[in-house]
């Protein structure tokens, strides 16, 4: 919710789904949940169709009309567009300079960087927690950046700076591999040896 820098992703793409659940952001992590549905679809709901187990208490709803403010009053939806697309920008900057990044995509602070390493995106995972920065790795090679809406580009700079560092370390180790790998062993009392 708000996270894309739209109220809900569909909206970036022209089209009205009949029927869309909220529910995690909703109260800011305070469990209630919410389906949102066009007039046809509620007309062919009626009473014992449908139940809900975070429908929506005093205490939950209150909370939920204090984030709905919150994201209003503080712009958060112009900031989540403003600063996911720098954080975009810098990714796309870091993947001209490391070809282990094939691919940066997302919406607003909804970020994925694909790497064509399994390996290397999880040891980019453990090396960014080391830095105290928290991503995570999903499909196995695509590194996910999910940060809080009110990040800042100061932010943003600290993590490329800390993925730069990252990828240039395995670069190096993976091409110091390599050299091994091509160099042949010296074989004592061979035409080598000296």
């Known amino acids: 919710?708000?996270?894309?820098?739209?109220?809900?992703?569909?909206?970036?793409?022209?089209?009205?789904?009949?029927?869309?659940?909220?529910?995690?952001?909703?109260?800011?992590?305070?469990?209630?949940?919410?389906?949102?549905?066009?007039?046809?679809?509620?007309?062919?709901?009626?009473?014992?169709?449908?139940?809900?187990?975070?429908?929506?208490?005093?205490?939950?709803?209150?909370?939920a009309i204090a984030v709905i403010?919150?994201?209003e009053r503080e712009n958060l939806l112009a900031h989540a567009t403003d600063v996911g697309d720098y954080f975009q920008t810098q990714l796309r900057s870091l993947a001209a300079r490391h070809e282990a990044i094939v691919d940066v995509r997302g919406k607003g602070l909804m970020i994925a960087a694909e790497l064509d390493s399994a390996e290397l995106a999880k040891l980019t995972v453990a090396e960014m927690l080391k830095r105290r920065i928290l991503i995570n790795c999903t499909s196995d090679t695509v590194l996910r950046f999910l940060p809080p809406y009110i990040v800042e580009r100061a932010h943003i700079d600290t993590a490329i700076a800390a993925l730069d560092e990252i990828f240039t370390e395995h670069a190096a180790a993976l091409s110091s591999t390599q050299v091994a790998a091509r160099t042949p062993a010296r074989t004592p009392g061979g035409p080598n040896h000296g």
């Open 1 to 63: 919710m708000g996270r894309t820098g739209k109220w809900c992703a569909y909206q970036h793409y022209g089209v009205m789904p009949d029927i869309t659940t909220l529910a995690k952001p909703l109260a800011g992590g305070i469990p209630l949940g919410a389906v949102l549905c066009t007039e046809e679809v509620a007309r062919a709901m009626h009473p014992g169709m449908h139940g809900t187990t975070f429908g929506g208490g005093p205490l939950a709803c209150a909370v």
């Open 69 to 71: 403010d919150h994201i």
